[in-house]
């Protein structure tokens, strides 16, 4: 009996490893480890950081919003992380392909055979279970697509008005600034729709140049200086906030939850900006995934990843709170101004701000862009694999969709202001679409899909984790975290 087991394990092994030997992206792969943490921590770290986390904090209730998140990222996030970066790595293909791949190797069913010179049986290939091409959970992987375009129409609108302040801040309109000054500054840019229509259409220009290139090249170049560089302009406002007179407030408001803040609604945000903030849920981890060797360990990479993307969240709440409360701004109706009505004072009373001003928005520029190709990457190996496009024109293609899109987030800054669908304006619209929504959706799918569908002996492989670590994400994977998704996401909707 041992001697079968033992004999059926040396094959499976074997099998896998074949299998992983041949396989590779046909669009190559990370030179190393670090590029791929690199990669994906260009991927999370963003707009969503810096931008969005500030503004749906101080939207939902300060701490009580940081609490939920935090416990999000580990039992939510996490997990579906690496269920995402896993199906990326051994379909080593677009998200829908690879969907695809997998479904039809965990619908493999050993075929034995009695050996009857060693009589005993032995198993002589894998067959499929059913034959057909077409499989469900590839949908997982179309909607990754549409979400990723979604997002980005937004996305570029908001990148646009960082580069825009990167000029403001040059040109010294900054300085001395007062919270009238930065608010009406902010005002006049937002209600100005063809300056921001230019400014989103350079950044969507950017942004597929880069892709058409192949994402390795340009991509690896670039985070090498952003990551060390935006940690230390992050640092540098660190140290300015602490002589501000709201900072205890501000850090109370961050960290000291009321726990009667914590509703439904509250719980569903900050779920939904887990999912956005480290880039989960539409196949941008899950194309990266595809670029990663075998050789590396998944589980290593997330938890840096992971943690490289709160850090930044939390330092930039650090900063952006004491500011809120030392000039009595409101938070809960900034929305989503509020760094770029809050930044500037401080920039513009901190001795030498013109510069840290430039540098950083120079670098959360950079750590948009990182992450807008990501969001592009999944749709454009799309229609590059199954629809025979090159690089060049599916870049241009989807770059003219997601920038026709975009245009309807300018409009909801002015000329649309006052038009609303379900009490929400376009730009509202589909950033709950996509964070509460579709991101959510498409991550609970892969829990279920990785937890239940993909072999238990896939998972094992791939992820190379400890027995234990293994059993923890295991759980997670199965029961805590697509559980924690629906109740979370039903509740919120009643
Ligand atoms: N995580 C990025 C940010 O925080 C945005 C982003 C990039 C994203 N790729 C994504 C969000 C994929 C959701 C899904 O700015």
């Known amino acids: 009996m041992y001697n079968i087991t033992y004999y059926h394990k040396l094959i499976i092994n074997k099998e896998i490893t074949i299998a992983q030997n041949e396989r590779k992206s046909i669009h190559g792969q990370w030179s190393s480890k670090v590029l791929f943490i690199f990669a994906a921590t260009g991927s999370a770290v963003g707009l969503g950081n810096i931008w969005k986390f500030p503004w749906m904090a101080a939207e939902n209730g300060g701490g009580a919003f940081v609490i939920v998140y935090l416990a999000s990222v580990a039992l939510i996030a996490l997990p579906i992380m690496i269920a995402e970066i896993l199906i990326g790595r051994r379909g080593k293909q677009n998200p829908v392909n690879s969907l695809r791949y997998l479904s039809k190797e965990a619908s493999q069913v050993k075929v034995y055979e009695v050996d009857h010179d060693l009589n005993r049986t032995k198993q002589t290939k894998y067959q499929h279970h059913n034959q057909e091409d077409y499989t469900n959970w590839e949908l997982i992987g179309w909607m990754g697509v549409i979400s990723g375009i979604i997002i980005l129409s937004f996305y570029s609108v908001i990148a646009g008005w960082t580069i825009s302040y990167i000029f403001k801040s040059f040109s010294g309109l900054f300085n001395q600034v007062t919270i009238d000054g930065a608010t009406s500054l902010f005002k006049k840019f937002t209600s100005d729709a063809e300056r921001q229509l230019a ?12 892709v058409s290139k192949g994402v390795r090249g340009g991509l690896e170049k670039a985070i090498k200086f952003l990551i060390p560089g935006l940690f230390m302009i992050l640092l540098i406002l660190t140290g300015y906030v602490t002589t501000l007179s709201g900072f205890t407030e501000g850090l109370r408001y961050l960290f000291l939850p009321d726990l009667n803040k914590i509703t439904a609604s509250v719980v569903w945000s900050a779920m939904g900006m887990a999912f956005f903030s480290l880039s989960i849920g539409m196949g941008a981890l899950m194309i990266y995934g595809s670029y990663l060797s075998n050789k590396f360990s998944i589980f290593e990479v997330t938890s840096i990843v992971a943690f490289a993307d709160t ?9 952006i709170f004491p500011i809120v409360f030392t000039y009595h701004l409101d938070p809960t109706t900034a929305g989503p101004g509020l760094i770029f009505q809050t930044l500037p004072i401080a920039f513009g009373s901190m001795p ?7 540098l950083f928005f120079i670098l959360l520029f950079f750590a948009a862009i990182t992450s807008a190709i990501s969001l592009i ?3 454009v190996t799309l229609l590059i694999e199954n629809f025979r496009h090159t690089r060049a024109e599916a870049s241009l293609k989807i770059g003219f969709v997601t920038w026709l899109v975009g ?25 709950a679409l996509t964070s509460k929504v579709l991101l959510p959706l498409g991550g ?23 027995q234990s670590m293994y059993t923890i994400w295991r759980v997670l994977i199965r029961y805590i975290a697509p559980v924690a998704v629906m109740v979370i996401f039903t509740n919120g909707f009643m």
């Open 352 to 358: 030498g701000g013109e510069t840290f001003g430039t």
């Open 407 to 431: 245009i309807g987030t300018i409009f909801s800054f002015n000329y649309w202001q006052d038009v609303t669908i379900l009490g929400m304006n376009f730009f509202n619209l589909l950033d």
């Open 377 to 379: 990457e999944p749709a």
């Open 199 to 210: 400014w989103h259409t350079i950044f969507m220009f950017m942004t597929c140049y880069i």
């Open 444 to 466: 609970f799918s892969m829990a279920i899909f990785v937890g239940y569908l993909v072999k238990r002996r896939t998972s094992v492989a791939e992820l190379k984790m400890s």
């Open 311 to 319: 850090f930044v969240a939390i330092l930039a709440g650090i900063i």
